[in-house]
């Protein structure tokens, strides 16, 4: 699928994924790969292995390559560990038994020490590199926030190429893709068995809702993953603007899996304050034969009022659960009011 953002053709479907999601940065018999220890530095003279024939190459050579770039103009001094460059993050992120061979644009970078020059010439140079993002160490976005609060923002800033990536979790009902503007969300990676996304398997085949409530949707993992287990009306809603992106592109990867056959957009959310915890505000409003997903910027504790009818399951995923369980009263009352079952996955 051509990315919104950049408008290149990086972003994998679920459609694409024909074999093992893994297969896509597995080595061929020629790839050779090497791993590195990442507590000491690279030699500014080694010579770097480049690609293998089948185009990909080794992460530790990537990342060493990197490493040359980032001490040769001078933002390392050549006696940092190899890890001091930043977090990697392959694209599609995905569960890997080792360390993965990247094929092009497939790794974007999360680093707190690089200069805007020096990653567009080290995007330049290293053909596997998706872009470089840099963040200081605080979680990207408002965090838990409740309406009448002031949100404190972090957002991370985009460097070189593009930090728009897929992460696919595996499901019980195939794969889910989820897509993030990574400098402005959470990193959370997937993992073997997830145990939010079994969690939402769990209580969906339990319970069989026909509304199902993603009510701190982030970039829509859970809601779709239930609309993947056939839940015919879904409902998320996010106080954060870059969330909801995120979420709009996760239900157009997910779109012909789902069957939805028209996606609707009502407003631009690029154009929306970044934080909005007054009412919801319907962005995006996805139909197709027996599923209906709708996308609201805006703070949950105001949603009751916008769900349809039907029996109801919902899903809290706040950032900070042990808080959020304390907040009994407001369960209580949201069980009261919006009815059906109520879980922190
Ligand atoms: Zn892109
Ligand atoms: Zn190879």
Known sequence: MKCSCCGEDHIICPGDIISRPSEIFASCPQCNPKPRQKEKPVSPVEDIPGPCKCGRRFIDDVMADIYQILNEEGVLNGSEPLSSIGTPLICPGLFLRRP?????????????????????????????????VY??????????????QKPSINEGILLCGCDVRADIFLSGSGPVVVIKKQADMHIEFPKGIDPKISSVEKHVRRLHPEVFIDACAGPGTLGITAAHFGVPRIVMCDVWHASIWSAIQTIRVNQRKLGITRINILEDIEQRP????????????????????????????FLGPYLPEGKRLTVFDPFNKESFRKKDQFLAAWSEKVGGEVFIP
Not at 105 to 132: F, H, N, T
Not at 135 to 148: A, K, L, N
Not at 274 to 295: H, N, R, Y
């Open 274 to 301: 970044p934080v909005w915890t007054e009412k919801p505000v319907l962005i995006c409003d996805a139909t197709g034969e027996g599923i209906s997903i709708q996308l609201y910027h805006g703070s949950y504790e």
């Open 100 to 132: 993965p061979m990247l094929p092009p644009r497939s790794l974007l970078i999360i680093s707190d020490l690089i200069p805007v020059p020096v990653a567009k010439i080290a995007y330049k140079k290293i053909p596997e590199l998706l872009g470089i």
């Open 135 to 148: 963040h200081s160490h605080e979680i990207p976005g408002p965090g838990d926030v409740t309406s009448g």
